[in-house]
């Protein structure tokens, strides 16, 4: 099932030829409207008129976070103040907003794209889609909402948090389709499972559409299992309109990115050298079709690779592999670079564990993971929390490098978020 | 026989654990006849024999604390020396290792509570030598 299935099997050497059309009037359009990209495309010596291909891209400069923060709060503004009819801030993962504008136009695209994801996913009119992401100034809820009404679902605009009235919802309109955080279903489906209803016969659910943190393999199907879903990994930024960038297909086997939409790049990070289809770095993107605030090569500083194959599902915009971390999110931990995905992918394997778990850094580089142990795990025997302690310091020293502590919690004392979920505290005196 | 359940209760190493449990317990209406705390420094278990297990283990579960049952053999041994040893020595000449143990006098009465991997080998095992083995009413009367 496509919803613009025109768009998205379009062979590739159209789909490159349009890239590559949408890409010089970007260009274009930046170095007469906005000062600052006018500045760094001088300082860079490029004019749009050296755009001549799709690798010509390369000569063109990056944007970054700083640079939004930089122009806060309207100075990558690409059309008059008047034809902006909503605004975004980033969801402040890192630091200070970044605020982002949208057209009416803009607003209509994101939302076409995420009708494409949804149907994709294989959600039609039929169904009813539970929003528990945060609406306001996030991206996360509203961009969803606006595709989710045009694909002609019932939306229920629940919002995050307060458990007890998602249950009712979920009830009461038979929910059949929800839209959180990976940490936050599972989170839910403890709640679940503690009031004793069985998902599976008591409510009526059948997909997730998980997005908002980078997550593992492991945890999609703990969340699936859990639920007795499907589950989707949904990929967006805010700075490129938020959710609907790139979402997996029925296969769940990478995520295609809308290239007629956005133009992908993977580089080096360190070096900012482009690297080729399966090489894993940074996620660098380029806004093709955004009117109000387009952006030239931002640096996503999420780490992924292209995946080369074709899928089987007929679209011919290419997948992203599963997100890996954002390069500032990589800890350095006595001199052993590493992720909290990597620690994350761990302790979803073990199936004596909850969901719940805090990377604790203190001291001088003491590293400590904080995890709640799973409530069927506990059969009131010391010796046996003993045993599964030592097990999951072994099991991350062999993923990790580096010998962690271990404190296991009693389920549902760590906290819970309810936007993206705080996983790392770094305390350390460095 | 009804075996001897106690209760065991995920402790963290804070001041206010052990409260936090018997509280719960009080405001149930639930009677402990005995306590005893396995601790590993950073966490412990806190196991109780109580008069309502069903009851008590509910209410727990309801008000968000971790807790689950644990069988245990109730033994009762001769008041003397060597008392003690005699069912030490029975477990340890058919290799029976011993998880937790702890023992108290009332009333004259020496008992044991053993906690034993092989919790119905154990059991036999003292039968068989002719021990006593109390049931949970027993217990709950002494």
């Known amino acids: ?430 | 026989m009804k075996p001897v359940q106690l209760l065991a209760v995920f402790a963290e190493n804070k001041p206010d654990q052990l409260a936090r449990v018997t509280r719960q317990l009080a405001d149930a209406g639930v009677n402990i006849h005995w306590v005893g705390i396995a601790d590993v420094q950073k966490f412990g278990v806190i196991r109780f024999l109580v008069d309502k297990t069903d009851l008590a283990f509910e209410w727990l579960k309801q008000h968000d604390v971790t807790v689950s049952r644990v069988e245990v053999l109730a033994v009762e041994v001769e008041d003397r020396p060597g008392g003690l040893h005699q069912v030490a020595a029975i477990l340890a000449g058919d290799s029976i290792s011993l998880a937790n143990v702890s023992g108290f006098v009332f009333n004259h009465r020496a008992i044991l509570l053993l906690e034993v991997p092989e919790l119905e080998r154990a059991r036999r095992l003292l039968t068989d030598r002719g021990l006593h083995l109390l049931s949970e009413e027993e217990m709950l009367s002494l």
């Not at chain 1, 999609?220 to 967006?236: F, H, V, W």
């Not at chain 1, 592999?321 to 500032?328: F, K, L, Y």
Request: with cysteine; aromatic share 6%.
């Open chain 1, 1 to 430: 099932m496509y919803w613009q299935a025109e768009i998205e099997t379009m062979p590739r050497p159209e789909l490159e030829a349009l890239q590559l059309r949408r890409l010089q009037e970007v260009v274009r359009r930046v170095a007469t409207t906005v000062p600052f990209y006018r500045q760094a495309l001088a300082e860079a010596g490029v004019s749009p008129d050296d755009i001549r291909s799709l690798a010509d891209a390369r000569r063109l400069p990056f944007t970054t976070n700083a640079d939004l923060r930089a122009n806060y709060p309207d100075g990558l503004l690409a059309i008059p103040r008047q034809q902006v009819t909503r605004l975004h801030t980033s969801s402040g993962t890192t630091g200070k907003p970044k605020a982002l504008f949208f057209s009416r136009r803009d607003v209509d695209q994101a939302a076409e794209l995420i009708a494409r994801c949804l149907v994709m996913t294989g959600c039609t009119a039929e169904d009813v889609l539970q929003n528990m992401m945060t609406y306001g100034l996030f991206t996360g809820a509203l961009v969803l909402h606006y595709g989710a009404e045009k694909v002609g679902m019932l939306v229920i605009p629940a919002g995050p948090g307060n458990s007890e009235r998602q249950l009712m919802l979920m009830q009461d309109f038979r929910t059949t389709v929800f839209h959180t955080t990976p940490s936050y279903a599972l989170y839910l489906a403890e709640f679940i499972r503690k009031r004793g209803l069985d998902p599976r016969k008591d409510l009526a659910l059948r997909k997730g559409l998980v997005g908002a943190e980078a997550h593992s393999e492991e945890t999609r199907r703990k969340i699936e299992e859990a639920l007795g879903i499907d589950a989707y990994n949904s990929y967006g930024l805010s700075e490129m309109n938020g959710p609907g960038v790139a979402f997996e297909c029925e296969h769940k086997s990478g995520l295609h990115l809308w290239e007629d939409q956005y133009l992908l790049e993977i580089i080096d990070p360190v070096t900012g050298v482009p690297l080729a289809d399966g090489e894993r770095g940074e996620l660098v993107l380029t806004s093709l079709t955004r009117e109000a605030m387009p952006l030239l090569r931002y640096r996503t500083r999420d780490l992924t690779s292209v995946i080369p194959a074709p899928c089987p599902c007929g679209r011919t915009h290419r997948r992203l592999a599963r997100i890996t971390g954002r390069s500032d999110d990589m800890l350095v931990v006595r001199g052993v670079n590493l992720y909290p995905q990597q620690i994350e992918r761990v302790l979803m394997s073990i199936p004596e564990l909850g969901s719940n778990y805090l990377i604790h850094l203190r001291g001088l580089d003491e590293l400590t993971v904080k995890v709640e142990f799973a409530a069927s795990g506990f059969d009131g025997r010391v010796e046996n929390l003993v045993r599964l302690e030592e097990r999951v310091v072994e099991k991350l020293r062999a993923e990790i490098l580096v010998k962690p502590k271990v404190e296991l919690s009693a389920p549902g004392t760590l906290p819970v978020s309810e936007g993206k979920a705080k996983r790392v505290v770094d305390e350390r005196v460095l």
